[in-house]
Antibody
């Protein structure tokens, strides 16, 4: 059974960098699939942040591209998100998920982690 | 980026009702559309992919249809556990951006 688990600080100060990690179990990232980050501000809809392949190829939402870096560590079977220069608008539940390109959708998700941007 | 517009944004229905949710794309996306169900405090769950393919383990009362710009998600007989928010999502291929619709909240009448 594929499982994903997000981890990282729940509180980040404005202008600082948000950093999250997604640990994957039950499947080796090196075996394939893309791995993505999606966020959801409180009471609002879903927003794709970006995705990464095990080779390191990345694709980002154009609206966030200048502030986002997604990386992968196949030795630890995990991938990470960094979002710089955060503001209150970046307060959201952040999810990591597996992107099955054959399906076009995300078939396995982490439980999500709330990150609040506040001083 | 391709925009997805869902309608209605919310609806009230009773157990046993047939429910239809619409998702319209700002340009043609063939059948590259997925549907998710999200319950409060939980991650979204993939229901339908490729516009009409049922994800493994999803009840057959859920179905999807459409291609090009207009898509629908239908719940043939609404069950108590189906009260949730539903999202559509399009994906053609990278490096194109992936987008979600605004969501449709299905509430108990």
């Amino acid at each position: 059974q594929v499982q994903l688990q997000e981890s990282g600080p729940g509180l980040v100060k404005p202008s600082e960098t948000l950093s999250l990690t997604c640990a994957v179990s039950g499947y080796s990232i090196s075996s394939g699939y893309y791995w993505g980050w999606i966020r959801q501000p409180p009471g609002k809809g879903l927003e794709w942040i970006g995705s990464i392949y095990h080779s390191g190829s990345t694709y980002y939402n154009p609206s966030l591209k200048s502030r986002v870096t997604i990386s992968v560590d196949t030795s630890k079977n995990q991938f990470s998100l960094k979002l710089s220069s955060v503001t209150a608008a970046d307060t959201a539940v952040y999810y990591c998920a597996r992107h099955d390109l054959d399906k076009g959708g995300f078939d396995y998700w982490g439980q999500g982690t709330l990150v609040t941007v506040s001083s | 980026a391709i925009q997805l517009t869902q309608s209605p944004s919310s609806l009230s229905a009773s157990v046993g009702d047939r429910v239809t949710i619409t998702c319209r794309a700002s340009q043609g996306i063939s059948s590259a559309l997925a549907w998710y169900q999200q319950k409060p405090g939980k991650a979204p769950k993939l229901l339908i992919y490729d516009a009409s393919s049922l994800e493994s383990g999803v009840p057959s009362r859920f179905s999807g249809s459409g291609s090009g710009t207009d898509f629908t998600l239908t719940i043939s007989s609404l069950q108590p556990e189906d009260f949730a928010t539903y999202y559509c999502q399009q994906f053609n291929s990278y490096p194109s951006a992936l987008t979600f619709g605004g969501g449709t909240k299905v509430e108990i009448k």
